[in-house]
């Protein structure tokens, strides 16, 4: 496994890379001894904090501080829950012990700690621990900002109590730089960004020790950011989070590092492209990208250096992008549930949120704020609803159309994909769905991306989730458009040319199978048909419809029925009655399944046709059922 991943990374590699890589290995082994130890990265003599933080929050409206209430009362209780997981709960007199950073919720395993030197710890391949995913989650601390906001707001002792013996304990638990909380920099970021707001809101309250341990905490935090970058393939929203890191710690200790601020600034025009669509290919990476900017130029307005307008011009036409994508966003891609600012499990709603908060920051219509919303309070409220747009938009640099009106009386959102698998060389985060559709109507999920499940420890359910089979779009004799090269990797990378409204191809096919597939969707009143050729040859195709998990499916003849309790909503009709229906299942196909967020996987029905399909093309009748409030046909009885 090990020696495969290695190779194929070595695939994805340009020579500098290759030469980069080389580099980090020596550097990080010259770290391990010489750079260890809490002794090396004294406290600076201010404690780090952004101006504006405190004064914001304390203008709270009711329904946050009573979230703020609750997650900080959760967190009091010894409960922790994310992604999809609750861990064990602890003893309130005894609320961070060490062995805590170490364990895994799923496999009540424990990573390795303070013996292991970091760089050393295996965690993309060694996966009877668990998927790292979890064990990181808590170490980012982020708990702590409702504590902090609690403090703040309702002058909680145990609240504040409780925030330095989280200190003290990771403090004590994970030196520089042992142990898994120190394994990725992007969680080095994260995790100083947590105990940065902290500090914002409530370090003048924090005892001394409690204010050098915190300290202690970001100079390491800052030397090992600055020493260890992602770059070439990896330089992606690790990157972004790594930057934002740097930035905040920087800015937080009275100095605004100007070369970081200004490659943040590059990297969100790099990775939130000019139509506001994401170049991961996913709506939440590209939030969580945003998220962290956005924290990094709500600071720099504070201390009174804002970022340009072309900054603010281009996360807003990322709120536009969402604001298409209707509600709720499409699951596109991979989604592990990372977010900057959370008030407990923050696990619907995201791109959203981050949508508002972008509309608050700038101050222009947008997407309203739900209740409670943590991110309304720091970056400000739309000072208006924004109408999201009706009809067809086509986001020609992501490669994705989404079409918004009304279906036989019910109000629906299609989106069409036709654009690159990812993200640089190895698209980790990227899916083989192209050519897929998504279908809501009156917002609820129809026909849906089946989601990511895990990571590091999905095994085969890793490549059947981001896999083409998996997906609303044709597939041929079980093979991927793009070929899987590791958990986080591709190669043989489809591509995906735009050919008119709603009508695209790709050439994923044509090196075995020396085929294009061509997709075009033709809307009318009442539904759609979608036309799938292959150009260039007839093959036995498989043509994949993933429904979501609260429907059902039944086969008659030539065409399917979906209902949602018992209520007609849908009807496909194909070209003949070779049609398999099957949900969930021991191992990954024929059966559906749907991640509704990570770690959780659901049964599903996912419709399949086989049968031939060549230059003349095949056709998918999609039909929508009536409300039946609306239908004016009377029923015989």
């Not at 961070?96 to 170490?102: D, E, I, K, N, Y």
């Not at 603010?312 to 604001?323: E, G, M, N, P, Q």
């Not at 294009?516 to 040859?537: K, M, P, Q, W």
């Not at 419709?607 to 046909?633: K, M, S």
């Amino acid at each position: 496994m090990r020696l495969g991943w290695y190779i194929n990374r070595l695939r994805s590699m340009e020579p500098a890379e290759v030469l980069h890589r080389l580099g980090e290995a020596a550097r990080k082994r010259a770290s391990k001894g010489r750079h260890e130890g809490w002794a090396r990265y004294p406290a600076a003599d201010r404690l780090p904090t952004l101006p504006g933080l405190a004064e914001r929050l304390t203008e709270a409206d009711p329904a946050t501080r009573a979230a703020i209430a609750a997650a900080a009362a959760e967190t009091l209780a010894g409960r922790f829950s994310a992604l999809g997981r609750h861990w064990p709960q602890r003893d309130p007199a005894d609320l961070f012990p060490l062995t805590l950073w170490r364990f895994d919720p799923v496999t009540s395993g424990a990573w390795p700690g303070p013996e292991a030197y970091a760089p050393d710890i295996d965690f993309r391949h060694d996966g009877h621990r668990g998927d790292v995913k979890y064990v990181w989650e808590i170490n980012r601390l982020q708990f702590l900002v409702a504590l902090a906001a609690e403090v703040l707001l309702a002058e909680n002792a145990e609240a504040l109590a409780a925030i330095e013996a989280a200190i003290a304990s990771w403090h004590a638990a994970n030196p520089p730089f042992r142990g898994v909380g120190w394994a990725s920099g992007i969680e080095v970021a994260l995790r100083a960004i947590s105990l940065i707001v902290t500090a914002s809101l409530v370090g003048d309250r924090l005892s001394p020790a409690a204010r050098r341990q915190l300290g202690e905490i970001v100079a390491a935090s800052r030397f090992w950011l600055a020493r260890f970058p992602s770059r070439f393939s990896s330089a992606n929203n690790h990157l972004v989070a790594e930057l934002a890191g740097e930035y905040l710690i920087g800015l937080a200790l009275g100095v605004e590092p100007q070369a970081v601020r200004a490659a943040l600034i590059a990297e969100i025009d790099r990775q939130i492209l000019p139509d506001g669509s994401g170049a991961e290919q996913t709506p939440t990476y590209a939030a969580f990208t945003v998220e962290l900017a956005l924290l990094c130029a709500l600071a720099a307005r504070g201390a009174g250096r804002p970022f340009p307008n072309t900054f603010d011009k281009r996360i807003s036409a990322f709120a536009d992008f969402v604001d298409s994508l209707g509600d709720p966003t499409p699951a596109l891609g991979d989604d592990d549930e990372g977010r900057v600012l959370a008030l407990g499990d923050d696990a619907s709603g995201y791109a959203r949120s981050v949508a508002a908060a972008i509309a608050g920051f700038v101050g222009r219509p947008g997407i309203a704020t739900t209740p409670g919303d943590l991110r309304a309070a720091l970056f400000g409220r739309p000072p208006a609803a924004a109408v999201p747009p009706e009809g067809l938009t086509t986001f020609s640099d992501g490669g994705l159309t989404v079409w918004r009106g009304p279906l036989a009386g019910r109000a629906a959102t299609l989106t069409f994909d036709h654009g690159p698998l990812g993200y640089l060389s190895i698209a980790a985060h990227g899916h083989a769905d192209a050519l897929s559709v998504t279908l809501s109507l009156d917002g609820r999920p129809v026909l849906v991306d089946p989601g990511t499940w895990l990571y590091g420890s999905g095994g085969k359910w890793r490549d059947w989730f981001r896999g083409t089979a998996a997906h609303n779009t044709l597939s041929l004799y079980g093979h991927n458009q793009s070929r899987i090269a590791g958990a986080f990797n591709w190669s043989d990378k489809a591509v995906a040319r735009w050919l008119g409204p709603l009508h695209a191809s790709h050439d994923g096919y044509r090196k075995l199978f020396e085929v294009t597939h061509e997709r075009r969707i033709a809307l009318d009143a009442d539904g759609f048909d979608i036309i799938d050729r292959l150009l260039g040859g007839t093959e036995e195709a498989e043509l994949s419809f993933q429904l979501a998990p609260d429907l059902e499916a039944r086969a008659q003849g030539e065409s399917v029925m979906v209902a949602r309790a018992g209520a007609p909503l849908l009807t496909l009709r194909f070209p003949s009655p070779a049609i398999a229906i099957a949900r969930g299942g021991d191992t990954p196909g024929p059966g559906g399944w749907v991640a509704p967020r990570f770690g959780e996987k659901r049964p599903a029905d996912r419709i399949v046709w086989r049968g031939n399909v060549g230059p003349d093309g095949v056709v998918t009748n999609v039909r929508v059922a009536t409300p039946a409030a609306l239908d004016t046909h009377p029923r015989q009885t």
